[in-house]
């Protein structure tokens, strides 16, 4: 489609440039998230995939990854951070875009084509890889194999934080695979959690089940 595009007149390529101008940036906001009596704690906001603390609350320390941490749903916190975040796009990079789009306008019109393309085939992306609901929420099962206990939450995003013994781990939930550390697993609803098969050795299996809900 797009080859099919750029073959057209310029006058074509600057009637697209013109309706497919993009939207502004949705504007920076703050968002307070408390973990609460040191439990884990989900805050839906939509970050845009970009987050900053900006003000720590708690005596206990906030550390990205470990006691903090977002996907693009929400902000989480944990083991007793609490803090306030800075979340989406400031006014400043939206003025800067604004002003590169001025250029020209056939070389507007071919980046406009080509983002418009870039962006049906990511949200076809997203789309197949959507987190189903069930799978969304805090686990624990115990590996026979490895011969450890293992909890692990997943967040609506497909981000995975957990743990296996004394053992810390992240990961990411996509469609039916679960990137979990170094270890590959493809799930299956089962009752009120999942199963887990080793894609490398099927003879590996965890079964999970739900202890907290989802969000």
Request: with cysteine; proline share 2%.
């Amino acid at each position: 489609m797009i080859r099919n595009f750029l073959t057209r007149p310029l006058s074509g390529l600057i009637c697209v440039a013109m309706v497919a101008m993009p939207l502004p940036a949705r504007a920076e906001q703050t968002v307070r998230c408390e973990s609460r009596g040191f439990s884990y704690r989900y805050c839906r906001v939509d970050t845009n995939d970009r987050v900053e603390l900006s003000r720590q609350l708690s005596s206990i320390s906030c550390r990205e990854n470990r006691s903090w941490g977002y996907d693009r749903y929400g902000v989480w916190v944990d083991h007793g951070c609490a803090a306030e975040f800075r979340v989406g796009k400031d006014d400043n990079n939206h003025r800067s875009r604004d002003k590169a789009i001025g250029i020209g306008v056939a070389v507007v019109g071919l980046a406009a084509l080509a983002a418009l393309a870039s962006s049906r085939n990511q949200q076809a992306t997203q789309e197949g890889s959507e987190v189903q609901s069930w799978s969304v929420g805090s686990f624990s099962g115990y590996d026979e194999t490895e011969r450890t206990d293992v909890q692990l939450t997943i967040l609506p995003g497909g981000s995975v934080k957990g743990r296996a013994g004394n053992n810390e781990f992240t990961g990411q939930l996509t469609g039916e695979q679960l990137q979990a550390g170094r270890q590959r697993f493809k799930i299956s609803r089962q009752g009120q959690g999942f199963l887990a098969v080793d894609v490398n050795n099927p003879q590996h299996r965890v079964q999970f089940n739900l202890v907290g809900g989802g969000y």
